[in-house]
């Protein structure tokens, strides 16, 4: 094959923890009778809340075909080649077992929003019910060196109170505020997505809601707006680049010879162009994608809604509509346009074999 798939899981395989029914009938299609893919196939999810394995033994649950965590890429998963993070403390925010998480990446001295609380009690007084009885606060030697959002957590007051204190105070939470530290700390963030869809009738917050709470917080305090060292999951450039990595060493390991000249994102929009205030010294840890063309396949069974999304001209309501992306990206309606609309993914797999002239 000259050509691989990268599929968004939520929306498109699944909705929530139901599969989708069109995608096993779309990965029966893939794999060949030992249950060896056919192409290169790469799971491309803005979830950050578990383990690659996981997530892997998930997907092969749910499609009937058996994957590995090589093909499974988090919004997290690019963190590996942050190696200059690695040994420094880090705050983590998130779900999950976020300290194996972190670990798993390379982080070796990841500190918890709940271990921090617990060194400092009296900073999270929000619930009333969870204020300490006894006001002491341990002393935490350890200075935070950045802060990792992994993706949205669950007591959304404690965690934006406490990253918040650690910005403000260049990383010693217990002390007080000083509002000329600017630039504060880096931040690095996984998964920029407003909204995802699980089984209700209409999307849900993601963390990218967490993200504009945060950035709104931080701005209206000081004045100044939150940066980001590096934003990643989709729709952010390094995401692709890092899923063609997985992609061409997949390639290389069934020893398949012929170059991957084109890949199709099955589910989501291909990448946006992002503000050129981040620092991208990262993107030299990775080659820049190499690949002659990104096609974007949208499916109808996620977020988007062709009765609603798609306007009659185009030139009229591109100021109307409303951008859901992240602050830090621009609205560009040529990338956010797809090459393709289907029904489901197994439409989109019988779409891109027959336009890659495919039989498997």
Not at 15 to 36: C, Y
Not at 92 to 110: E, K, M, N, R, Y
Not at 198 to 223: D, W
Not at 275 to 283: T, V
Request: glycine fraction near 6%.
């Amino acid at each position: 094959p000259s050509f691989g798939f990268l599929f968004d899981i939520d929306g498109v395989l699944v909705r929530g923890k139901t599969p989708i029914p069109a995608a096993k009938t779309a990965f029966q299609k893939l794999v060949n009778s030992q249950g060896q893919f056919l192409v290169p196939v790469v799971f491309v999810t803005n979830a950050g809340n578990c383990l690659r394995q996981k997530k892997a033994d998930q997907l092969s649950h749910l499609l009937g075909v058996p994957i590995s965590q090589d093909q499974v890429m988090m919004s997290h998963s690019p963190l590996r080649m942050f190696k200059r993070y690695h040994e420094k403390c880090v705050l983590v925010s998130g779900q999950g077992p976020l300290l194996d998480i972190a670990q798993d990446l390379g982080f070796c001295q990841p500190i918890t929003i709940e271990t921090l609380r617990e060194k400092h009690p009296l900073l999270d007084v929000v619930d009333h019910d969870r204020r300490p009885n006894v006001l002491v606060s341990e002393y935490f030697c350890f200075k935070i060196l950045s802060v990792v959002l992994f993706g949205e957590p669950v007591r959304w007051e404690t965690n934006l109170q406490l990253i918040i204190d650690v910005l403000l105070t260049s990383g010693y939470p217990g002390n007080p505020y000083h509002r000329e530290n600017y630039p504060h700390i880096p931040v690095l963030a996984c998964n920029m997505d407003l909204m995802w869809v699980a089984e209700a009738q209409s999307p849900r917050f993601g963390h990218g809601t967490f993200m504009v709470c945060l950035e709104n917080i931080y701005k209206k305090i000081t004045g100044k707006d939150l940066k980001y060292e590096a934003l990643m999951g989709k729709p952010s450039k390094l995401t692709y680049q890092y899923a063609e990595y997985l992609i061409r060493a997949q390639a290389a390991e069934r020893q398949w010879k012929q170059p991957i000249q084109t890949l199709y994102a099955v589910g989501g929009s291909a990448t946006l162009s992002q503000d050129d205030e981040i620092d991208n010294s990262w993107e030299t840890e990775l080659a820049s994608a190499a690949a002659a063309h990104c096609r974007s396949v949208l499916v109808c069974t996620g977020v988007y809604n062709p009765h609603t999304e798609v306007p009659l001209d185009t030139r009229e309501s591109i100021t109307e509509t409303v951008f859901h992306g992240h602050r830090d990206f621009r609205f560009d309606p040529g990338l956010v346009e797809p090459d393709h609309i289907v029904p489901d993914v197994d439409a989109a797999v019988d779409l891109v074999f027959q336009l890659e002239n495919f039989a498997p």
